[in-house]
Nanobody, 114 residues
Framework: QVQLVESGGGLVQPGGSLTLSCAAS????????MGWYRQAPGKQREWVAT???????TYQDSVKGRFITSRDNANNTIYLQMNSLKPEDTAVYYC????????WGPGTQVTVSS
């Protein structure tokens, strides 16, 4: 089993920045990659970004150039730095980890509003 806990969500004005964290615990040795999804009200959950065990990152087109995901292997934590936030970025953000089976965190709310 893998346990994931996100933190860092909140309310931010358009154009602002926010950094999310996701701490992993449990059977983490076999994790192949981790990343982020988000779900806006009334919409399906959508993929945002992935980071492999080797540090390779990929992003959804709408966040490229604005979001950066990184990892701290020593602390089993990944981050999502979100810059130039837009109201359409408002969603619950979920961390995930894959080791064959996919594990999810409970999510953290990000609201972009003036």
């Amino acid at each position: 089993q893998v346990q994931l806990v996100e933190s860092g969500g909140g309310l931010v004005q358009p154009g602002g920045s926010l950094t999310l964290s996701c701490a992993a615990s449990g059977s983490i040795n076999s994790i192949l990659y981790m990343g982020w999804y988000r779900q806006a009200p009334g919409k399906q959950r959508e993929w945002v970004a992935t980071i492999t065990i080797g540090g390779t990152t990929t992003y959804q087109d709408s966040v490229k150039g604005r979001f950066i995901t990184s990892r701290d292997n020593a602390n089993n934590t990944i981050y999502l730095q979100m810059n130039s936030l837009k109201p359409e970025d408002t969603a619950v953000y979920y961390c995930y980890a894959s080791r064959g089976k996919v594990y999810w965190g409970p999510g953290t709310q990000v609201t972009v509003s003036s």
